[in-house]
């Protein structure tokens, strides 16, 4: 009810509001207790892989978090670098040009 309140001083209709998660169930499951706790509906949600968490690679998949260090200090040193040489995998410059794409007006 506080947030519909909000909207309603500022002049927001609601269905303007929309909800983005990556289509992980968890991410998902989050999105819907948000929607419901704000009192929107559930079709303010949208779905993006866009969002979706960073592939490291086939080579650090599901591996303990030990394992992705060398990834991380390379990220530090090189952006566009793929992570600790998966070829497969999304460097942080990749990801970042993903997640620009949501903002995109157009």
């Known amino acids: ?3 519909q309140q909000e909207l309603s001083r500022l002049g927001i209709a609601s269905d303007a509001v929309h909800i983005y998660t990556s ?4 991410t998902v499951q ?9 009192d929107l509906g559930q079709e303010c949600i949208k779905v993006t892989p866009l969002l979706r968490e960073r592939f490291f690679g086939t080579h ?5 978090h030990d394992n992705y ?9 090189d952006p566009t670098s793929k992570p600790a ?4 995998g999304e ?3 990749e990801v970042s040009e993903r997640i ?3 903002f995109q007006v157009g």
């Not at 989050?30 to 704000?38: G, L, M, R, S, W």
């Not at 260090?69 to 040193?77: I, L, N, Y």
């Not at 040489?85 to 497969?88: H, L, R, T």
């Open 30 to 38: 989050t999105a819907q207790i948000a929607a419901e706790a704000a």
């Open 100 to 102: 620009q794409q949501l």
């Open 23 to 26: 289509p992980f169930s968890r």
């Open 1 to 3: 009810a506080l947030f």
């Open 69 to 77: 260090c060398p990834a991380w200090e390379g990220d530090a040193r």
């Open 60 to 64: 650090l998949e599901l591996q303990c």
């Open 85 to 88: 040489g998966n070829v497969d």
């Open 91 to 93: 460097s942080v410059a």
